[in-house]
């Protein structure tokens, strides 16, 4: 089944720099992939949703690229604030046929930004 | 108004007790699903529902039954709780399938 490796799992930059936390697929018929935010105590919270027919999606302070061929997905903070601290979840969403979807997480990366 | 609520949001149970999960959604979602969070695990599946009165299992459902009786409400049920499922559950619900909505989730210490 689809597997879903995510890097890397602790990242520390200081403010105003970039961080960028890629996830690797295995199946390359997958069509939906997801990026969430958690803060810390907090749920997780959707940031984006990607489609397969879309590389570059701009968000507020951040650009996820989809690169189809090497089936990696990868989440770009362009100047990481403070705020932007918590763990980040890639997530690849998997057919079930009649029973519906299921997203597949990756392990999550802790991000720290540090003033 | 959040949309996907769970309670209780912390429980401390024993060992061999019975402990259940309750999710609760006003998104009018088809689609619910419960997770468990570990560090170094992130978000693993247990059991999903896509329709009231079937559920179905998840990735990791040894140890957890769940029950569906109405589109807005998902249980999570561990009849014989064990240390190993200390953890943090997450309920979500989504309308496609695809995007999922999450609940503010359950931390559960078991003694």
């Known amino acids: 089944g689809e597997q879903v490796e995510q890097r890397p799992p602790h990242l520390s930059v200081r403010e105003g720099d970039s961080a960028v936390i890629t996830c690797t697929y295995t199946?390359?018929?997958?069509?939906?992939f997801f990026w969430y935010k958690q803060e810390p105590g907090a749920s997780l919270q959707l940031l984006m949703k990607?489609?397969?027919?879309?590389e570059i999606n701009e968000g507020q302070g951040f650009t996820v690229l989809l690169n189809k061929k090497d089936t990696r997905l990868s989440l770009n903070l362009t100047a990481a604030h403070p705020g932007d601290s918590a763990a980040y979840f890639c997530a690849v969403s998997v057919n079930y046929g009649s029973s519906g979807n299921k997203l597949i997480f990756g392990i999550g990366t802790l991000l720290s930004v540090k003033p | 108004e959040a949309a996907v609520t769970q309670s209780p949001r912390s429980k401390v149970a024993v060992t061999g007790g019975k402990v259940t999960l309750s999710c609760h959604q006003t998104n009018n979602h088809d689609y619910m699903y419960w997770y468990r969070q570990d560090t170094g695990h992130g978000l693993r599946l247990i059991h999903y529902s896509y329709v009231a009165d079937s559920t179905e299992k998840g990735d990791i459902p040894d140890g957890y039954k769940a029950s569906r009786p109405s589109q807005e409400n998902f249980s999570l049920i561990l009849e014989l709780a064990s240390l190993s499922q200390t953890a943090v559950y997450f309920c979500?619900?989504?309308?496609?399938?695809?995007?999922?909505?999450f609940g503010p989730g359950t931390r559960l210490t078991v003694l």
């Open positions: 990607v489609f397969s027919s879309t």
């Open positions: 199946d390359p018929n997958s069509y939906y």
């Open positions: 979500a619900s989504s309308g496609t399938g695809d995007e999922q909505y």
